[in-house]
Every structure is written in C-alpha cells, then in structure tokens.
C-alpha cells in the first residue's frame, strides 16, 4: 500500500494563507484533500488526477483554495488563501492507487488516507 504524510498545518490568522503537502511512497492516481471539523463529519475540498489537468473543489473554497501534484516528487499541494476561521478543520490527504471513475467527491473510492494536519484560523 501507499503511504501519505501530510504537513504544512499550523496556526494563521484570519485573511493569512498556509500551504499544505502530501506526500506519497509509491504511485498514486486521483489524489484529494478532505477535511473535519469537531463535531462534523468529513468533507470534500479538493481533488486532482493523475496527470492534474483536472481539478475539482467545493464550492465554499473556490477562488481561495487551488489543487496541484508534482509526480516527479509523488507530491500533492494545497496553497490556502484568505483564509476564515470556518475553514479551521483537521485536514486529511486521500489518494487512489488504480484508476476509477467513481465520483472524486465520495471518500469512499479512497485507498490510502495520511494521518490528518491540523489547520487552525483565528479571527
């Protein structure tokens, strides 16, 4: 199985910005970002292909948030800009390892997951 590790998470005010990693041992395909608030259950962000000239992500981070991978470094990205306290969330790396054509939206078609980075937005 692949292995993901996350990182990048911390602490921001309001209006601030943070990048997030992934990284990934092996190959991967569909790769995503999920996150979970305390009390709320896990959400769709954002999710690339293989080759990342598809993207796709929810509505409530576009315009601020934006997906990339380097394939090269088995590496996904989220760059976080004007950031709010509601996107306070720990934040989970996703990634499948054979191509799909489930819906990227449903955690569910997800292999391999990381451990989880904790992003927290003051006001």
């Known amino acids: 199985q692949v292995q993901l590790v996350e990182s990048g998470g911390g602490l921001v005010q309001a209006g601030g910005s943070l990048r997030l990693s992934c990284a990934a041992s092996?190959?991967?395909?569909?790769m995503a970002w999920f996150r979970q608030a305390p009390g709320k259950e896990r959400e769709f962000v954002a999710a690339i292909r293989l080759s990342g000239t598809s993207t796709y992500s929810t509505d409530s981070v576009k315009g601020r948030f934006t997906i990339s991978r380097d394939n090269a470094k088995n590496t996904m990205y989220l760059r976080m800009n004007s950031l709010k306290p509601e996107d306070t969330a720990v934040y989970f790396c996703a990634a499948t390892l054979s191509s799909t054509t489930y819906n990227h939206r449903d955690k569910d078609i997800y292999d391999s997951w990381g451990q989880g980075t904790q992003v927290t937005v003051s006001s």
């Open positions: 092996g190959r991967t395909f569909t």
